[in-house]
Structures are given as C-alpha cells and as structure tokens.
C-alpha cells in the first residue's frame, strides 16, 4: 500500500487520482449509464454510486464518532461478510440519480474529505488507534481508511471505467 509523508501529499493524491477518475466520466452519455458491458462488472453509475456511498461512510464514521455515537463498520446494516449487499444499496441509493448529479454528490464528498484532512492533526492521521472507528486488529491508522476508499478505488475503478468505453456490445 502507497505510503504518504504527510496530509498535504495525501490530499494531493486525492486530488489527482480524483480528478482522473472523474474525467473519464466526460465522454459517457447519460443514456450509457446503466449499460453493462462484457467483462466489466459494474455499470458507469454504478461505479460511481459505489464511490459516492464508501466515502459517504467514511465522513459518516467520523461524524458519528465526534458526536460520541459507537459506530458499527461498515454500516449497522451490513457487516463485512455481505458486501455485495452493502453495494446494491449504493446502487439503489444512488442510481436514480443522473450521471452528472452523481458526479457533482461525489466531488462534494471528495471535498468534505480533504477538508477533514486538513482539519485534523497528523497524529490523528498517521496514528494507529486514534479513531474507535479506524481501530482494527490490523491496527490502521485513519489515513489507510481514507487511502482505500478513495486513492485506490480511483485508480482501480478508472481502469474499469476506462475498459468499458473500449468494450462494444
């Protein structure tokens, strides 16, 4: 897993793989956006309501937490053995949505997360066991959390995103 030095070079990345991902969205039409393709598992908006649902968790776990709520990971719903059911929500939740409003709830989540970042002290950060939420056997320090619900799905997801536009039905 990438590594960061700092908050700034975290937000960078964030900025940049978000960016990335979320050019690729530019040249599908809104009527493509349900349209499964061969040998790529989610639709364009499903895709997308799968960003715009982890990091609605993530700020949520963090929102809930400062306001002394337990939060239960990943949601009182769904436990980490029912993915898949935890994603069909995203799907149901954010797929009535057209493709330019799910990308405009995405950049505002993206948004509140680095503003997150830069409200909170590197130890906050960097430090494992400084949020209950983020505290796992593992031990993962909150800046992991928030690598793999944006950073990486940004880049995994665009390569998705990318596949489908060159698959034809």
């Known amino acids: 897993m990438q590594n960061y ?12 793989r978000y960016f990335l991902y979320d050019e ?12 499964l393709k061969p040998d790529v598992d989610k639709t364009p908006s499903q895709n997308i309501s799968y960003q715009i649902g982890w990091t609605r968790l993530l700020l949520q776990w963090e929102a809930d937490e400062k306001k002394g709520v337990e939060v239960k990971t990943p949601t009182p719903e ?3 053995n029912n993915l898949k059911g935890l994603y069909q929500s995203f799907y ?3 797929g009535s949505y057209s493709l330019t409003e799910q990308r405009e709830l995405l ?10 970042i830069e409200s909170i002290d590197d130890k906050i950060l960097f430090e494992p066991e400084q949020r209950k939420w983020a505290t796992t056997p593992a031990k993962w320090a909150v800046w992991k ?6 950073v990486a799905p940004f880049k995994n997801f665009r390569t998705q995103l990318r596949k489908w536009k060159k698959n034809q039905i």
């Open 5 to 16: 030095k700092d908050k700034t070079e975290l937000i960078e990345e964030i900025k940049k």
């Open 24 to 35: 690729e969205f530019n040249d599908i039409k809104e009527e493509e956006k349900d349209v």
């Open 78 to 80: 769904y436990k980490w």
């Open 92 to 94: 149901e939740q954010y």
């Open 107 to 116: 950049q505002k989540q993206v948004n509140e997360i680095i503003e997150w």
């Open 145 to 150: 959390w928030i690598h793999i619900n944006t």
